[in-house]
């Protein structure tokens, strides 16, 4: 079975590798990217079935990058992993175009049930933000 591409995003490298760790046995990880500018990059250059980025990163931003993604190649499918837990954040990755929304510190339970349901086309959003 082919696994699905996937590029992460983050500007701490050590967190990079903890995601790649948890996410490798399901997802072929085709690229890092450590702020939004790499992560426009990458996706141009490969076009990955999913992506995950952080929020607050340093240069382009990604829910910046998320918007530029997306004007670009539509069908992207985006999930945010972030500390932010505040609703605001939530609705402007919503409305940037991401999918998912899933809080860092849930991570280890809630991020590949994130990526199942996005590569679906179904929207997650972590548990602490449900309402």
Same mark, same amino acid.
Request: aromatic share 4%; hydrophobic share 45%.
């Given at each position: 079975?082919?696994?699905?591409?996937?590029?992460?995003?983050?500007?701490?490298?050590?967190?990079?590798?903890? %995601?790649?760790?948890? /996410?490798?046995? &399901?997802?072929?990880?085709? +690229?890092? #990217?450590?702020?939004?500018?790499? *992560?426009?990059?990458?996706?141009?250059?490969?076009?990955?079935?999913?992506?995950?980025?952080?929020?607050?990163?340093?240069?382009?931003?990604?829910?910046?990058?998320?918007?530029?993604?997306?004007?670009?190649?539509?069908?992207?499918?985006? %999930?945010?992993?972030? /500390?932010?837990? &505040?609703?605001?954040?939530? +609705?402007? #990755?919503?409305?940037?175009?991401? *999918?998912?929304?899933?809080?860092?510190?849930?991570?280890?339970?809630?991020?590949?049930?994130?990526?199942?349901?996005?590569?679906?086309?179904?929207?997650?959003?972590?548990?602490?933000?449900?309402?």
């Amino acid at each position: 079975m082919n696994r699905p591409s996937i590029i992460l995003a983050d500007d701490d490298n050590a967190l990079l590798e903890s %995601v790649q760790k948890l /996410v490798e046995l &399901e997802f072929r990880v085709v +690229a890092r #990217a450590n702020d939004g500018q790499q *992560l426009l990059d990458a996706v141009r250059e490969f076009v990955p079935d999913l992506i995950i980025t952080d929020i607050s990163m340093g240069g382009l931003s990604g829910i910046r990058a998320t918007r530029q993604l997306k004007a670009e190649q539509p069908d992207r499918r985006i %999930v945010f992993l972030t /500390v932010h837990e &505040e609703p605001v954040f939530l +609705a402007e #990755a919503m409305k940037a175009g991401a *999918l998912g929304y899933v809080v860092k510190r849930l991570a280890g339970s809630e991020l590949l049930p994130a990526l199942r349901e996005v590569l679906q086309g179904r929207p997650f959003i972590s548990s602490s933000l449900r309402s």
